[in-house]
């Protein structure tokens, strides 16, 4: 799992607030979001993933596109806030865990990681990649802060890391932010979202 500060720093966080990086009011991240979803495009989704799903504004969005969608995260204040809002939809589920330990026995057709990767260790990001390649029947969407961190590893850093796995993304730049998106060997085209360049 993410290393001990990082998980009490991020419980900490949320201990203040049920929304610490104003997800549901920034602009900024209204408009990541808008990105990350035209990324995705406009499903239908058979069978998505979200891991680190936080206090659950981006998923709550994703679900409209999915058949079912499976969101985690390892902080248990984010998963009470996600739970409270995504409980009632039928077709979410809500799992608390920490990626790649505990990640559910799933061969999605999408798997989102927005804002997650540089919480991990090197290591745990690798084991996240071939998991990856095991299970994801389809794109893989990674989103990350292109600036520096708190934490051991940047965005770039966490992504090339991936990359190291899962082989070259097809990255699209943003103001402040990067979209790659991957497409496993062995996933099949998804019909999910246009290819990015």
Same mark, same amino acid.
């Given at each position: 799992? !993410?290393?001990?500060?990082? *998980?009490?720093?991020?419980?900490? +966080? ?22 990350? $979803? ?10 998505? *993933? ?5 206090? &659950?504004? %981006?998923?709550?969005? =994703? ?5 079912? $969608? ?5 902080? /248990? ?5 996600? &739970?409270?809002? *995504? ?7 809500? %799992?608390?865990?920490?990626? /790649?330990?505990? +990640?559910?026995? =799933?061969? /999605?057709? +999408?798997?989102? +990681? ?7 260790? !090197? ?24 600036? !520096? ?6 965005? !770039?850093?966490?992504?090339?890391? $991936?990359?190291?796995? $899962? ?28 290819? *990015?360049?």
């Amino acid at each position: 799992m !993410p290393r001990r500060e990082t *998980l009490d720093h991020l419980a900490r +966080l949320y201990a203040a607030s049920d929304d610490p990086w104003d997800h549901r009011t920034s602009p900024y991240e209204a408009g990541k979001y808008a990105a990350t $979803l035209a990324a995705i495009g406009p499903g239908p989704i058979g069978n998505a *993933l979200e891991i680190g799903c936080g206090n &659950r504004t %981006l998923a709550r969005r =994703l679900a409209d596109r999915c058949d079912r $969608l499976t969101v985690m995260d390892c902080i /248990p204040a984010a998963i009470l806030s996600a &739970r409270k809002v *995504l409980g009632p939809v039928p077709h979410v589920t809500v %799992l608390q865990g920490c990626a /790649p330990h505990d +990640l559910p026995d =799933l061969r /999605p057709d +999408l798997v989102l +990681l927005s804002e997650v990767l540089y919480f991990l260790t !090197p290591e745990e990001i690798a084991g996240l990649g071939r998991w990856l390649l095991a299970k994801a029947m389809g794109p893989v969407i990674a989103v990350n802060w292109a600036g !520096p961190t708190d934490e051991a590893l940047d965005g !770039p850093q966490a992504v090339g890391i $991936l990359q190291t796995v $899962l082989g070259a993304s097809d990255t699209t730049l943003h103001d402040g932010y990067r979209i790659d998106r991957f497409t496993p060997p062995g996933g099949r085209p998804s019909g999910s979202g246009p290819q *990015l360049i």
